[in-house]
Nanobody
Framework: QVQLVESGGGVVQAGGSLRLSCAAS????????MAWFRQAPGKEREFVAA????????DYADSVKGRFAISRDNAKNTVFLQMNSLKPEDTSVYYC???????????????WGQGTQVTVSA
């Protein structure tokens, strides 16, 4: 069982930056692929970024490519999402997720956090 807790959300002006963190509880979390998703009100949850357990593979949704960066620190069981040049359309609840297999661009993840709100004002 893996428990995931997101933090770092908040309110930021357009063009600003935020860094989200996701702390995993299990000692074996370093073997899990991790990903970030987001869901805006009235919209479906969408894939944002993913990182393999070693960190050697990363993938991004086209909408965030070049602005967001996913990384991980396995010694601290934590994955990060650095978000730069934020836009109002990035406003969503952001969720981290973990899975035994690297599955970018899908919602097929076994473990999910509770989410953290990111609001970007114009």
């Amino acid at each position: 069982q893996v428990q995931l807790v997101e933090s770092g959300g908040g309110v930021v002006q357009a063009g600003g930056s935020l860094r989200l963190s996701c702390a995993a509880s299990a000692r074996t979390s370093s073997r899990y692929a991790m990903a970030w998703f987001r869901q805006a009100p009235g919209k479906e949850r969408e894939f944002v970024a993913a990182i393999s357990w070693s960190g050697s593979s990363t993938d991004y949704a086209d909408s965030v490519k070049g602005r967001f960066a996913i990384s991980r620190d396995n010694a601290k069981n934590t994955v990060f999402l650095q978000m730069n040049s934020l836009k109002p359309e990035d406003t969503s609840v952001y969720y981290c997720a973990a899975n035994s297999y690297y599955k970018p661009f899908t919602n097929d993840y076994h473990y999910w956090g509770q989410g953290t709100q990111v609001t970007v004002s114009a």
